[in-house]
């Protein structure tokens, strides 16, 4: 089988500015994929790189996409580089769909939210009103005593007896004191709340130290109760596959459409289910589909899909293939009158 491949580059602005410890995000830029056989059947991809978290940057995904022949088979996909991880992911995705379509259900989905960081995070409407299950909030943005502050000041506002779970995102930003810190904070309010309320509170402190600081992870994760989950060390499928035959115990934040080719995450992420959290890359609304498959396929739900950041970049969730080739035509239709 050989299909003919189509594709158009997007650059879209978020709501507002994202902020995290690797500085102010403010628009993402990826490649829309458009595959047709020559039976006549489509597949829809993303290519949503993101160099920060171990990926080829959006230039070298564009021209490797742009030098690709006017047709191209299975061979060519599975010759993709693993420098061209958002490639991988992009072009597997769609080339699936040419002999399968999956059913999806999304409702049946737990969501976890992103909070805005630093005092924003005071702002936030009762979040007894939202539909998510956990929330995550971005820290190693101020000086750990400012977010410790607004931290504290924010639990008062919330209602102690709705059950709550919360994430603390770091993006390796911490060093080792205020990692500490944190989890002893963590520690002390998991006990509180599992006292007085009966459930812990803080779900997990995301990726506290540097991707490279491996010795002083685990360190962190053997002294604390609150669990720790890596984000930016697990960047690619090699590099978890080597945590956890390193005997990583604690939790992995996956962003599948960073992580390489679809097949491979299909034969790789069910080994370590019960660690793995999948998360939202920013990405639009065709890779989100891809995620959602994911997780629905291979059971990948025990924790709450972080992928409620449409404060940012809101997307539809696409469950046909009809709405996939709606929203490509709405899409293209978007960029042509753009330029």
């Not at 969730?317 to 330029?339: G, Q, R, Y």
Request: hydrophobic letters at 45%; glycine letters at 6%.
């Amino acid at each position: 089988m050989y299909a003919y491949p189509r594709f158009f580059l997007y650059q879209e602005p978020f709501c507002q500015p994202l902020k995290t410890h690797h500085g102010t995000w403010r628009i993402r830029e990826g490649i829309y994929v458009r595959l047709e056989s020559e039976s006549g059947e489509v597949g829809f991809g993303e290519i949503a790189p993101l160099p920060a978290f171990g990926s080829e940057p959006i230039g070298a995904a564009w021209t490797f996409c742009a030098a690709l022949p006017n047709t191209i088979t299975a061979e060519t996909i599975a010759a993709i580089p693993d420098t061209l991880p958002a490639c991988q992911f992009g072009l597997s995705q769609a080339w699936a769909q040419l002999t399968e379509f999956p059913h999806l259900q999304p409702e049946t989905l737990p969501y976890c939210g992103l909070l805005p960081a630093g005092r924003d995070l005071l702002t936030v409407p009762q979040l007894a009103k939202q539909s998510y299950v956990a929330w995550k909030w971005k820290i190693a943005v101020l000086p750990y005593a400012r977010e410790l502050e607004i931290f504290q000041a924010w639990l008062q506002t919330l209602n102690p007896e709705t059950p709550l779970k919360i994430r603390l995102d770091a993006n390796g930003g911490l060093n080792l004191t205020t990692a500490r810190a944190w989890l002893t904070v963590c520690d002390r309010l998991n006990t509180q709340f599992q006292q007085e309320q009966g459930y812990i509170a803080i779900e997990f402190l995301e990726q506290p130290l540097p991707a490279q600081d491996w010795v002083n992870l685990q360190a962190l994760s053997n002294d604390f109760q609150t669990s720790i989950a890596l984000d930016e060390t697990v960047d690619s499928l090699t590099a978890l596959e080597n945590v956890m035959g390193l005997g990583w115990r604690g939790l992995v934040v996956i962003k599948p459409v960073l992580m390489g080719a679809w097949s491979r995450l299909k034969v790789v992420l069910p080994k370590y289910r019960d660690q793995i959290v999948l998360s939202s890359a920013l990405e639009g609304a065709i890779g989100r589909w891809g995620i959602l498959v994911l997780a629905q396929e291979l059971n990948l739900t025990r924790y709450a899909l972080g992928l409620g950041v449409d404060a940012w970049r809101p997307v539809p969730t696409l469950n046909t293939k009809t709405e996939l080739e709606d929203f490509w035509e709405l899409a293209l239709e978007v960029l042509l009158h753009k330029s």
